[in-house]
């Protein structure tokens, strides 16, 4: 882990972040390194999220304050689509700081849910266990499907003390595909738009990162949830100092 997030790109990474120049950059710094705290997902902590993230209390907006709007309403609508997919199957959830989709996974009766984070959450769930992002890449362990919602875009930017590597998100999807069984299921959320990279908070993606994310063809696209594809060729230019995104849910299956 570094030390500090970098303000700028490093010049001898310039080209491999911005793809030779076909990627613009805006400024966006955000230095988050230090800030891993101990994490305690307590039975009572994690009860509050399962009473709170029912399929019942997300269609009636009655979930209370939520990190990303219409988050869990976009996942839950997902993974009804695909329920045979979620019931009695094994799942992890690559980034979590709150257990919200967690909470969504144990109401819909996934079999087993592992939250997958760098830092680690105390917690002796009997459905949700915890691993570190390590683990989880050195693990032979496979699973029906691989949730990760607002993470894959930060990876590799040193926002969080990570090394810098330009291929960070690309890496992460590899991992994504080596550890889903055969036909698995990715349930993918990532700022699209047009492209962009938002130096050092997040990557936004367009035609060209996005279709790069599916690792030539190892995923199939399926759906989006919550926006629909030509959001990528129709995003209004930016009136102020940010690009506008949205962020759904993208329904990817692993091919073989």
Known sequence: MAAFAPRHIPEEMKTAYTLNGRIPVFDYYINEVGNNKTIDWTDEYLRSFIDRFTADKIIND??????????????????????????????????SQTPWIESILVNLCAKEVV?????????????????????????????DVIVSYSSIEHSGLGRYGDSLNPNGDI???????????????????????????????????????????????????????????????????????EPHYVQPVIILRKQT
Not at 125 to 131: P, S
């Open 115 to 143: 939250t997958v984070e760098y830092n680690v959450p105390i917690c002796n769930h009997n459905i949700i266990r915890t691993i570190s992002y390590d683990e989880f890449c050195k693990s032979s362990e496979t699973y």
């Open 171 to 241: 890496e992460a999807m590899e991992q994504f595909h080596r550890h889903l069984n055969t036909d698995g299921l990715c349930f993918l959320g990532v700022p699209v738009g047009k492209d962009f990279l938002a130096w050092n908070a997040h990557r936004i993606y367009g035609d060209i990162r996005l279709n790069m994310l599916y690792l030539n063809g190892k995923f199939k696209e399926l759906e989006w949830v919550g926006s629909d594809r030509n959001y990528i060729h129709n995003c209004p230019d930016t009136p102020g100092w």
């Open 62 to 95: 009655q979930t209370g304050n939520e990190s990303y709007p219409y988050g869990s309403k976009f996942h839950l609508l997902a993974f009804m689509k695909h329920l045979r997919s979620i019931v009695d199957k094994k799942i992890a959830v690559v980034g």
